[in-house]
């Protein structure tokens, strides 16, 4: 008889998966209201489902897998038609576990319309009518930026639509933001003209147009025409400083993209630079929950970002191996033949790639800490034993310096993500110089949970402690005297990552890999960290009262009161006589002998 309804389903799951034929097609995956929750291809449909319910997974995996109520295929004649068919299935219906770019911003572009007397402005709608496209830009400060010069330099119509003819110019005219070739004040050749170099400003071209405005300028000069001269000489100077702004830059003239992924749990985040005339012009970031490998994300990732609207460039180099047959027939079904794809290994391209892998690793952070790590916290429970899911844990851990400035931390960690606002610290007072982390421990725990109980705070579901069995017992004692028996608590060991638990002789361990285990280094490495801080501090400031207090007059009360009120050893030392005497309230005689001491510490350095 079957366990539960869990083994049923995933019983039945593979069952149906070593139903699939050993051909090349697409697998549907789709959650108990019948959405599409995943698209995948495969060489071999059945051995890769099955695979999916076979061995150890990772947690990208088990998440999908609880998710899945029933499995569909379409076979098709070869592994590229499964690659066009997964990719067309994935537009049309987003599935959630899928690379999805509607996760990515929609940034602005300027656009140059295919009119007579073309218009240019910002949009981030893509009209295919003969328009240009410059962008994307997701810094939308480069837009303002280029636009702002563009109006300023080359003043072009701002009325939208086809142009229609006036009788008198409008306002923008009048103000020098307009050439009004409605009433006929410019020519076509001429607004052609001013047309082209906006393109070179928009594509990177600079050198060329500085060069163009330049000879304008000393012909200018030449012929005396000083207010002209100086209006060029002004937007010289407009195109340097926007040239300038940007901040990465090489003398590559090719269009480069630098394409990158990187996973943190189940998130995976993608990131592009693009690099066009030398100059890095743009960022973008993606981010998704997926449970494929790196280079099937980047493949699958590479497949929707370009498009008949968005072509890649010259050169695409990749963070990550990819099926680069797959991908070139596909680019070559699109026309796309002279886009060439590289994994650099070492030199400037393997540089901007690392920056690029930055980029998507400290998102795909930041998304993994934004949300709830609920399937980690799934398997700790497991593991662990214990009854609710700990979505509240805190962490203590001790630290000293030879038996001096003893102090306890306590780390707070909600949905696997630190809880900075609950961290508390303990200064521990029944040792009296001895070492004994045991007591300690005892100490710590018992003002915290005293606490907890006497204000009714919210209790922790689990507790950690830096430590093993001793540290662990001492935490038991507490708990147990107060009557918190129902708190989960265990001890984590730095060596070998071993775990403690309570009424077993033995250790537990886990796989490296283990997310479950993260959790819990996680919050032994925070509480390690904060406890170190905080004795750190402590010894700072030791180190700065003892100097004080070996100036006859001044105890240790008078010491820490001085550094107060100075805000340091600094500002104490270039106080005045007056101020130590009238603000500190200091006896003249202790006042002499501070500035005494700061003066011949002055001198001493002097020398």
């Given at each position: 008889?079957?366990?539960?309804?869990?083994?049923?389903?995933?019983?039945?799951?593979?069952?149906?998966?070593?139903?699939?034929?050993?051909?090349?097609?697409?697998?549907?995956?789709?959650?108990?209201?019948?959405?599409?929750?995943?698209?995948?291809?495969?060489?071999?449909?059945?051995?890769?489902?099955?695979?999916?319910?076979?061995?150890?997974?990772?947690?990208?995996?088990?998440?999908?897998?609880?998710?899945?109520?029933?499995?569909?295929?379409?076979?098709?004649?070869?592994?590229?038609?499964?690659?066009?068919?997964?990719?067309?299935?994935?537009?049309?219906?987003?599935?959630?576990?899928?690379?999805?770019?509607?996760?990515?911003?929609?940034?602005?572009?300027?656009?140059?319309?295919?009119?007579?007397?073309?218009?240019?402005?910002?949009?981030?709608?893509?009209?295919?009518?003969?328009?240009?496209?410059?962008?994307?830009?997701?810094?939308?400060?480069?837009?303002?930026?280029?636009?702002?010069?563009?109006?300023?330099?080359?003043?072009?119509?701002?009325?939208?639509?086809?142009?229609?003819?006036?009788?008198?110019?409008?306002?923008?005219?009048?103000?020098?933001?307009?050439?009004?070739?409605?009433?006929?004040?410019?020519?076509?050749?001429?607004?052609?003209?001013?047309?082209?170099?906006?393109?070179?400003?928009?594509?990177?071209?600079?050198?060329?147009?500085?060069?163009?405005?330049?000879?304008?300028?000393?012909?200018?000069?030449?012929?005396?025409?000083?207010?002209?001269?100086?209006?060029?000489?002004?937007?010289?100077?407009?195109?340097?400083?926007?040239?300038?702004?940007?901040?990465?830059?090489?003398?590559?003239?090719?269009?480069?993209?630098?394409?990158?992924?990187?996973?943190?749990?189940?998130?995976?985040?993608?990131?592009?630079?693009?690099?066009?005339?030398?100059?890095?012009?743009?960022?973008?970031?993606?981010?998704?929950?997926?449970?494929?490998?790196?280079?099937?994300?980047?493949?699958?990732?590479?497949?929707?970002?370009?498009?008949?609207?968005?072509?890649?460039?010259?050169?695409?180099?990749?963070?990550?191996?990819?099926?680069?047959?797959?991908?070139?027939?596909?680019?070559?079904?699109?026309?796309?033949?002279?886009?060439?794809?590289?994994?650099?290994?070492?030199?400037?391209?393997?540089?901007?790639?690392?920056?690029?892998?930055?980029?998507?690793?400290?998102?795909?952070?930041?998304?993994?800490?934004?949300?709830?790590?609920?399937?980690?916290?799934?398997?700790?429970?497991?593991?662990?034993?214990?009854?609710?899911?700990?979505?509240?844990?805190?962490?203590?851990?001790?630290?000293?310096?030879?038996?001096?400035?003893?102090?306890?931390?306590?780390?707070?960690?909600?949905?696997?993500?630190?809880?900075?606002?609950?961290?508390?610290?303990?200064?521990?007072?029944?040792?009296?110089?001895?070492?004994?982390?045991?007591?300690?421990?005892?100490?710590?725990?018992?003002?915290?949970?005293?606490?907890?109980?006497?204000?009714?705070?919210?209790?922790?579901?689990?507790?950690?402690?830096?430590?093993?069995?001793?540290?662990?017992?001492?935490?038991?004692?507490?708990?147990?005297?107060?009557?918190?028996?129902?708190?989960?608590?265990?001890?984590?060991?730095?060596?070998?990552?071993?775990?403690?638990?309570p009424d077993r002789s033995d250790p537990v361990s886990l796989p490296e890999t283990?997310?479950?285990?993260?959790?819990?280094?996680?919050?032994?490495?925070?509480?390690?960290?904060?406890?170190?801080?905080?004795?750190?501090?402590?010894?700072?400031?030791?180190?700065?009262?003892?100097?004080?207090?070996?100036?006859?007059?001044?105890?240790?009360?008078?010491?820490?009161?001085?550094?107060?009120?100075?805000?340091?050893?600094?500002?104490?030392?270039?106080?005045?006589?007056?101020?130590?005497?009238?603000?500190?309230?200091?006896?003249?005689?202790?006042?002499?002998?501070?500035?005494?001491?700061?003066?011949?510490?002055?001198?001493?350095?002097?020398?």
């Open positions: 008889m079957k366990e539960n309804g869990e083994d049923e389903r995933l019983i039945d799951l593979k069952e149906r998966a070593a139903e699939f034929p050993h051909s090349p097609g697409v697998y549907i995956m789709r959650d108990s209201f019948s959405r599409v929750i995943y698209v995948g291809k495969a060489v071999d449909l059945r051995k890769r489902v099955s695979s999916y319910f076979i061995g150890v997974k990772d947690i990208k995996t088990r998440f999908l897998v609880q998710r899945i109520s029933s499995l569909e295929f379409i076979v098709t004649a070869n592994e590229y038609e499964a690659l066009v068919l997964e990719n067309n299935l994935i537009k049309q219906w987003t599935p959630r576990y899928n690379v999805n770019l509607k996760d990515g911003k929609s940034y602005p572009v300027i656009r140059i319309t295919a009119d007579e007397f073309p218009r240019v402005f910002r949009t981030r709608r893509i009209v295919r009518d003969g328009s240009e496209y410059f962008g994307p830009y997701p810094d939308t400060r480069s837009v303002d930026r280029y636009l702002e010069l563009i109006e300023r330099l080359f003043p072009l119509r701002k009325c939208k639509g086809k142009l229609k003819k006036r009788d008198t110019p409008c306002l923008y005219y009048h103000i020098g933001r307009c050439k009004a070739p409605c009433v006929g004040k410019i020519s076509r050749e001429d607004y052609a003209k001013e047309v082209d170099r906006v393109r070179k400003l928009l594509s990177g071209a600079t050198e060329e147009l500085i060069a163009e405005l330049k000879g304008e300028m000393e012909q200018a000069a030449a012929e005396l025409k000083f207010e002209k001269a100086a209006s060029l000489r002004d937007s010289i100077a407009a195109v340097v400083s926007v040239e300038e702004g940007q901040q990465v830059q090489d003398f590559q003239e090719e269009a480069r993209d630098y394409l990158a992924v990187a996973t943190a749990g189940r998130f995976a985040s993608f990131a592009v630079l693009q690099m066009r005339g030398g100059k890095l012009v743009g960022r973008e970031l993606y981010g998704n929950v997926s449970p494929q490998d790196e280079g099937e994300l980047l493949l699958d990732f590479l497949l929707q970002y370009y498009t008949l609207d968005h072509r890649p460039p010259e050169m695409l180099y990749l963070s990550h191996q990819v099926n680069t047959a797959l991908l070139g027939e596909f680019f070559a079904a699109q026309g796309w033949v002279e886009t060439a794809v590289e994994v650099p290994a070492e030199g400037r391209h393997r540089s901007i790639v690392r920056m690029a892998e930055e980029n998507a690793s400290m998102d795909a952070l930041k998304r993994q800490k934004a949300t709830a790590n609920l399937p980690a916290l799934e398997e700790l429970r497991i593991v662990l034993g214990l009854t609710v899911l700990p979505r509240r844990i805190e962490g203590f851990d001790i630290a000293h310096l030879a038996g001096k400035h003893t102090v306890a931390s306590l780390v707070s960690f909600y949905n696997g993500n630190p809880d900075k606002r609950n961290y508390r610290s303990f200064n521990i007072r029944s040792l009296k110089g001895e070492i004994d982390d045991f007591q300690a421990m005892r100490e710590a725990l018992a003002r915290r949970y005293t606490r907890v109980l006497n204000e009714g705070l919210p209790r922790p579901d689990l507790v950690v402690i830096d430590g093993g069995k001793g540290q662990l017992n001492a935490a038991l004692e507490i708990l147990t005297g107060l009557g918190l028996d129902e708190i989960g608590v265990i001890g984590l060991a730095k060596k070998n990552e071993e775990i403690f638990l283990a997310e479950a285990l993260k959790v819990l280094q996680a919050v032994r490495d925070e509480s390690h960290r904060f406890a170190t801080s905080l004795s750190r501090r402590q010894r700072t400031s030791d180190i700065r009262l003892g100097r004080l207090t070996g100036i006859p007059g001044i105890g240790e009360r008078r010491a820490a009161a001085l550094i107060k009120e100075f805000g340091g050893i600094d500002g104490l030392a270039s106080a005045s006589y007056d101020e130590l005497r009238d603000k500190a309230r200091l006896p003249e005689a202790v006042a002499e002998r501070v500035i005494a001491e700061f003066s011949a510490k002055k001198q001493d350095k002097g020398d």
